[in-house]
């Protein structure tokens, strides 16, 4: 009965050498019952620092990059992701003066359509394609009793994701395309250009149910030519060399979540847009006027 308890006494200072260090050497002075006391303790609290560990990993909010099991912050958690987003657009137009003819466009908005393509490295760099398509005819005033826009948008870029606080940026920049086209029945005038776009968009969690506030900004340069088709009483004469400066803005709120092995976005946001050319705008060359839109945005994005 001695050998036996000796025996259990030297494992459990064998243990408690293993699992506190050298200090634990000086526990050959305590008795058994103090030992089995401290031992105890030492799973105890190790058994706390596992789970706290697991809640770390797991984290408590929304994972809105495509990064499950991960930091919901995509620069940090090493998941690689393809996604595909699409928005459609619900804009009215606006222009910046009334040369149009009174009461120009009203109240009547058109419905455009936007698709994006993409990819996350896992560690903040990735690569998209943006594109936006609005064909409508818009009812004017007496001047113009009809006026048809019919515009495409194509962007190509790298985008940089990091994190600032509680805020997740995206910035982007690379090339757009732009074509403007504008009708009035008898000439359609058109503006082709290319240039660069940079963004930059910002989300911020609220709670941990997955809602998040967004706001992005774009700005594009685009560099190309005006050309004119008809009897030539409307809008500018072929024009070389033109600029075209286009801003762009979203915001509103989104909602993430998991879905198998993906991620699901959905996002409402208020959109506007300003084109602005010198050569549109001139009462002389062109019709008076830069051109604007603004309207609710509706979009989904799927992550894998």
């Not at 009793?145 to 994701?161: A, K, N, R, S, Y």
Request: glycine letters at 14%; aromatic letters at 10%; one cysteine or more.
């Amino acid at each position: 009965m001695k050998i036996t308890k000796l025996l259990a006494t030297g494992l459990a200072t064998v243990a408690a050498i293993l699992l506190v260090g050298p200090g634990a050497i000086q526990a050959q002075d305590l008795s058994y019952a103090d030992l089995a006391a401290r031992l105890t303790a030492l799973e105890s609290q190790l058994q706390t620092q596992q789970t706290d560990f697991a809640s770390y990993n797991t984290g408590g909010g929304p994972e809105q990059f495509g990064c499950k099991d991960c930091s919901k912050t995509v620069c940090n958690c090493g998941c690689p992701a393809w996604y595909a987003g699409y928005e459609v657009t619900v804009l009215r137009p606006y222009v910046s003066d009334a040369s149009l003819g009174p009461g120009v466009f009203g109240d009547d908005y058109g419905v455009g359509h936007r698709v994006v393509l993409g990819y996350d490295n896992g560690a903040g760099l990735g690569a998209r394609l943006r594109y936006w398509t609005y064909n409508h005819n818009h009812s004017t005033g007496a001047i113009i009793p009809q006026f048809h826009i019919d515009m495409d948008v194509l962007d190509g870029e790298v985008t940089l994701q990091e994190k600032m606080h509680n805020w997740d940026l995206l910035v982007s920049g690379g090339i757009r395309y732009a074509r403007a086209s504008f009708n009035n029945g008898l000439d359609k005038v058109y503006f082709e250009g290319i240039g660069p776009t940079v963004a930059l968009e910002a989300t911020r969690n609220i709670g941990s149910r997955g809602v998040y506030l967004i706001g992005n900004f774009r700005a594009s340069t685009l560099f190309g030519d005006i050309r004119s088709s008809g009897p030539g009483i409307f809008g500018p004469g072929p024009s070389d060399d033109e600029i075209t400066l286009v801003l762009e803005n979203q915001l509103g709120v989104g909602w993430s979540r998991e879905f198998g092995r993906g991620i699901m976005n959905i996002r409402g946001v208020w959109e506007s847009q300003f084109w602005m050319n010198d050569t549109f705008a001139d009462d002389a060359l062109g019709f008076g006027s830069n051109l604007g839109f603004s309207g609710p945005t509706a979009s989904i994005e799927f992550r894998l």
